[in-house]
């Protein structure tokens, strides 16, 4: 099965780190992922294996710094929400209808008549 656009980006970065962490030729580093891809076998689809869940664990690292630093954002965000909700179910609401004029007369002053 030919591999989509994100997974050959994906298979581009793990034969990178093939060749540069593990010392695979390129050849070598194009086959394994190939063979990883299509669910066989070989010399060198462990480290396929490995370096996928090493991009995996290093970009969870690094959105976990990011939530971590947003999170004293987020926190006061939340407390300005918070203290805004209190204030408007606390602020008084005029009740119902405005009553300076009849129900049937336009805000926008008598109709217009026609000639």
Do not use: C, N
Not at 15 to 33: M, Y
Request: proline share 8%.
């Amino acid at each position: 099965m030919p591999m989509t656009k994100p997974q050959a980006q994906a298979a581009m970065l793990l034969i990178g780190r093939l060749i540069t962490r593990h010392g695979l030729t390129t050849e070598e580093a194009v086959t394994a992922v190939e063979q990883r891809h299509r669910g066989v076998e070989g010399p060198h689809t462990h480290l396929v294996t490995a370096e996928a869940q090493a991009v995996v664990k290093d970009t969870a690292a690094a959105f976990r710094a990011v939530v971590e630093a947003l999170r004293p954002a987020a926190e006061a965000a939340a407390a300005a929400m918070r203290a805004f909700l209190q204030a408007v179910r606390a602020a008084p609401h005029p009740g119902g209808h405005r009553r300076d004029r009849p129900a049937w007369q336009s805000p926008y002053g008598p109709a217009q008549r026609r000639r």
